[in-house]
C-alpha cells in the first residue's frame, strides 16, 4: 500500500467517524434536553459548532509550548480515529489480528494523555489544575476498565483479538447473558463514563468549577478538534463495549446492522442517563469510588468467569 | 518551587460559577485550599447616594432595583423604614398582600438556589427541573402584579395593586400544584445518595461560627441558631398567620438546602392563610401619607437570604432622606467563607461559596477607587478596619452629644 492509499483511507475514517461522532452527540444533547424538559438543537447543531470554531481566530497564550498546543489536538484526534478504524475493520471487513484488543485499550488512554499534553502547555493556572484532575482520573478508571476488559476476554477463550470475541459471542451468545457478563457490562459502562468524561465524571472540564479546566486557553479549530476528539469517542467507546458484551452481529446484511444499531444506541442512551442523573464527584469520591467498589467487583467478575458462572 | 509558595486559582472576576462578577482568590496546595481572599467593588452603583436626591416615594422604586432576585425585600424593608419614621400603621389587607408577595418570592427565590446549586455541582437535570417548577410562581406575580420580576407592588403606607376576588381561587390552585412540585423535587434531592456524598459534611459553619461572623437567614438556620425577622419582629401580616421557623443542626452544605426546600412549604403555608384572609376580608390597601417629619426609621424584612436592613433619617424640610443605610444579608453571610472555606478541595469550595446563596449586586454598598493610580485605595481588609474604628468613633460621640443616636439607645 502506498503512502497516499494509506492516508486517503485515515481521511476517509476521519470524514466518516466524525459525521456519526457529531450525530451521536446530538443524540446525547437531545436526550439529555428532553429529560430537562428542554427542547433541544436541531441534528445540525453539532456540525454548525465545529464549521463555526474552524472559522474563529486561534490564539495561542504567551507563555504556552506553541508545538505541543497545536500538536495535542491533533493528537487527540488522529489517537481517536485510529481506535474508530480499527473497530470498523473489525465489524465490516472482518480484518483483524491477534492482540488488537491490547492496542485498543492502549490507544484509547491517548486522548485523554493528549488532554493533559495540551493542558500543561498552555501554562494555566487552571488548566494545570484541570490535567491534575485528568491524570488522577485516567489512573483510577484504567483498572475497572481493563477489569471490564479481561472478562470478555478469558469467556472468549482468552484471546486477545476482537474477531474472536465476536465469533465466540456468534456460536455461544453475547457475554452479558451470565451473571459475570452483567457484572463487567456494568463496570465498563461506567468507567466509560470516565473515558468520555461525561458527568459524574467530568471534572477535569468542571465548568462551574475551574471553567473549562485544561481546555481554558484553546480555541478556534484547536478547540474543535478536541471536540471532535470526544464525539469520536461517543462513537468508539460504546462500540468497543458492544463488540465485548453485546455481541458481534453480522453487519454485513440489513437486520443485522439495524440491530447493531440499536445495541450501540441502547449504550449511549445508558451512558446519557448516567450523566443525566448523577452529580459530578469529587477526585477523592471518584479514586476511592473506582480503585475500591468498582475493581472489587471486577476481580469479583473475572474469579466468576473463571469458575464459569 | 518553594514549599510554602501557593497557586492561586481563581474565582472571578468573571467566572460560570458566579452570575455577577466577583473574585475570590483561592489559595491552593494541590486540590486543597489554603486560604482565601474576596475582592469586592465590581458592582457597586451607589444606590444610597443615589437616593438621597430622589423623593421618597421613587426611593421604593429605585431600592427594588438593587436586586433582580430579591427585589421585593428592599422595598419592603424601606418601607417598614419609613413607616416607623412616621409612626403609621398600614392597612390590614396591605398587611396580607405584602405577607403574600414577600412569601412567593422566598418560594421563587429558594427554587433558583436549588436550581444553580445543581447546576454548579453538574447535575443539570435538577437546574432544569427547578427553574421548571418555578415557572408557575413567576405566572402568580405577573397575575397579582403584573410584572414577572421586578413587581413595583410596594408604596409607603400600604400597597399599588389590589388583589381581586376572582384571582384568589386560580391563585390557590396554581399554588397547590407548585406544592405537589416541590415534594417531588424535594424527595428526590433529600434521597440521592449522590448528592448526600456531595453535600453532607462539606463547608460546615457551627453556631460559634454563625455568631463570629453574624451570619443569618437560612446559613444561620442550618446551624441551629435560630433566628427570623419575620416572627422575631414582625412586620406585615406574619403576626396574623400559622407558621413555623425551620432550623437544622449541622450547618453542612446539605443542611442549607434541606432548610431552603423546607421553608418553601412554610411560605406556601403563609401565603394560602393570607390570599384566604384577602377573601374574606375587605378594605383599604393603602393609607394617605403626607408628609414625611423629622427623624428617623428602621425597616426590616427577612429576605431569602436573611435579613435586609433599612435606615432612613429624615430632616422634616427636604423631600428626600438625608441618610439612607441599606444592609443587605448577604454582606454578612459571604466573610464565613473564611470559616467554611479553608481545609476543602477546590470542588468543594465552590459549593461553599455558592451555599450562601450570595448576592453581590446586595452586598456592594462601597467602592473607593483611585483612577489616578488605576488602583482600589481599600481592600477588604481595610475596610472593616475602617468601619470598626467608625463605630468606636460614634460610640465616644454619643457619650458627648449626639441628639438623634440617644433616642435609639
Not at chain 2, 271 to 295: M, S
Request: net charge neutral.
Amino acid at each position: 500500500m502506498s503512502v497516499i492509499y494509506i492516508f486517503s483511507y485515515f481521511v476517509l475514517f476521519f470524514v466518516v467517524l466524525s459525521i456519526i461522532g457529531l450525530f451521536a452527540s446530538w443524540i446525547d444533547r437531545k436526550l439529555t434536553a428532553r429529560i430537562q424538559w428542554r427542547v433541544g438543537p436541531p441534528w445540525y447543531q453539532n456540525f454548525a459548532d465545529i464549521i463555526k470554531l474552524s472559522g474563529k481566530e486561534v490564539l495561542i497564550p504567551e507563555n504556552a509550548n506553541k508545538f505541543m498546543f497545536i500538536f495535542s489536538p491533533i493528537l487527540a484526534v488522529i489517537s481517536s480515529t485510529i481506535c474508530g478504524s480499527i473497530i470498523f475493520l473489525v465489524l465490516k471487513e472482518r480484518f483483524g489480528f491477534g492482540g488488537d484488543l491490547i492496542l485498543l485499550v492502549y490507544l484509547l488512554t491517548i486522548p485523554s494523555l493528549s488532554i493533559i499534553l495540551g493542558g500543561s502547555s498552555s501554562g494555566n493556572v487552571l488548566a494545570s489544575v484541570g490535567i491534575s484532575r485528568e491524570l488522577k482520573l485516567l489512573l483510577s478508571y484504567e483498572l475497572p476498565f481493563i477489569c471490564g476488559i479481561i472478562i470478555p476476554a478469558i469467556k472468549s477463550g482468552s484471546t486477545t483479538s476482537l474477531i474472536e470475541i465476536i465469533k465466540h459471542q456468534q456460536i455461544y451468545g453475547s457475554n452479558i447473558f451470565s451473571l459475570s457478563g452483567i457484572i463487567g457490562f456494568i463496570i465498563i459502562l461506567i468507567s466509560s463514563c470516565g473515558k468520555i468524561g461525561v458527568v459524574p465524571f467530568d471534572l477535569a472540564e468542571a465548568e462551574t468549577e475551574i471553567a473549562g479546566g485544561s481546555l481554558i486557553e484553546y480555541s478556534g479549530i484547536l478547540l474543535g478538534f478536541y471536540k471532535l476528539a470526544k464525539s469520536i469517542l461517543f462513537v468508539v467507546v460504546p462500540l468497543f463495549i458492544v463488540i465485548l458484551y453485546l455481541g458481534g452481529s453480522a453487519i454485513n446484511s440489513f437486520s443485522g446492522f439495524l440491530i447493531f444499531v440499536v445495541k450501540y444506541l441502547i449504550v449511549l442512551i445508558l451512558i446519557t442517563l448516567i450523566r443525566n442523573t448523577n452529580p459530578r464527584l469529587r477526585i477523592d469520591q471518584i479514586l476511592r469510588f473506582f480503585w475500591g467498589w468498582l475493581t472489587l467487583i471486577g476481580i469479583l467478575g473475572i474469579l466468576l468467569t473463571l469458575s464459569g458462572v | 518551587m518553594a514549599n510554602n509558595k501557593k497557586v492561586i486559582v481563581p474565582i472571578g472576576p468573571y467566572h460560570p460559577l458566579l452570575e455577577e462578577p466577583e473574585y475570590f482568590q483561592l489559595y491552593c496546595d494541590g486540590e486543597e485550599v489554603v486560604d482565601v481572599e474576596w475582592i469586592a467593588g465590581y458592582n457597586h452603583r451607589g444606590i444610597e447616594k443615589l437616593s438621597e436626591s430622589k423623593h421618597y416615594d421613587q426611593v421604593t422604586f429605585l431600592v427594588e432595583r438593587i436586586c433582580g432576585i430579591c427585589s421585593t425585600s428592599h422595598p419592603i424593608a424601606y418601607c417598614n423604614a419609613v413607616e416607623d419614621l412616621c409612626g403609621i400603621e398600614i392597612p390590614e389587607r396591605a398587611k396580607y398582600i405584602r405577607s403574600v408577595i414577600g412569601e412567593l418570592e422566598r418560594l421563587h427565590s429558594h427554587l433558583l438556589w436549588v436550581g444553580l446549586a445543581g447546576h454548579f455541582l453538574g447535575y443539570n437535570t435538577v437546574f432544569m427541573w427547578a427553574w421548571k417548577y418555578r415557572e408557575p410562581i413567576l405566572d402568580m406575580f405577573e397575575m397579582i402584579t403584573g410584572n414577572r420580576n421586578h413587581y413595583a407592588m410596594l408604596r409607603i403606607g400600604g400597597v399599588r395593586r389590589d388583589i381581586e376576588d376572582e384571582d384568589v381561587p386560580i391563585l390557590k390552585k396554581t399554588l397547590s400544584e407548585v406544592k405537589g412540585k416541590i415534594e417531588m423535587l424535594t424527595e428526590a434531592v433529600l434521597d440521592d445518595p449522590v448528592l448526600a456524598a456531595r453535600l453532607k459534611g462539606v463547608g460546615i459553619l457551627k453556631k460559634e461560627d454563625i455568631k463570629n461572623y453574624g451570619a443569618i437567614g437560612p446559613v444561620a438556620r442550618a446551624s441551629g441558631v435560630d433566628i427570623d425577622v419575620r416572627r422575631d419582629d414582625p412586620y406585615a401580616a406574619y403576626n396574623l398567620v400559622e407558621w413555623k421557623v425551620i432550623t437544622t443542626e449541622n450547618g453542612d452544605v446539605f443542611d442549607k438546602a434541606v432548610v431552603r426546600l423546607l421553608e418553601c412549604f412554610e411560605s406556601i403555608k403563609i401565603i394560602e392563610q393570607c390570599l384566604d384572609a384577602i377573601y374574606h376580608k375587605k378594605g383599604e390597601i393603602w393609607k394617605e401619607v403626607r408628609e414625611i417629619p423629622e427623624g428617623e426609621g428602621i425597616g426590616h424584612h427577612e429576605a431569602p437570604r436573611g435579613e435586609v436592613f433599612h435606615y432612613v433619617r429624615s430632616d422634616g424640610n427636604t423631600t428626600s432622606p438625608v441618610r439612607h443605610k441599606i444592609r443587605a444579608p448577604s454582606y454578612v453571610n459571604i466573610p464565613t467563607f473564611k470559616a467554611s472555606c479553608i481545609g476543602e478541595t477546590i470542588s468543594d469550595v465552590c459549593i461553599i461559596l455558592a451555599g450562601v446563596d450570595p448576592c453581590y449586586c446586595c452586598t456592594e454598598r462601597i467602592a473607593v477607587y483611585d483612577n489616578d493610580k488605576k488602583k482600589k485605595n481599600y481592600s477588604f481588609k481595610d475596610i472593616v478596619k475602617k468601619s470598626i474604628e467608625k463605630t468606636k468613633k460614634i460610640k465616644e460621640e454619643i457619650g458627648k452629644e449626639g441628639k438623634l443616636w440617644k433616642g435609639l439607645l
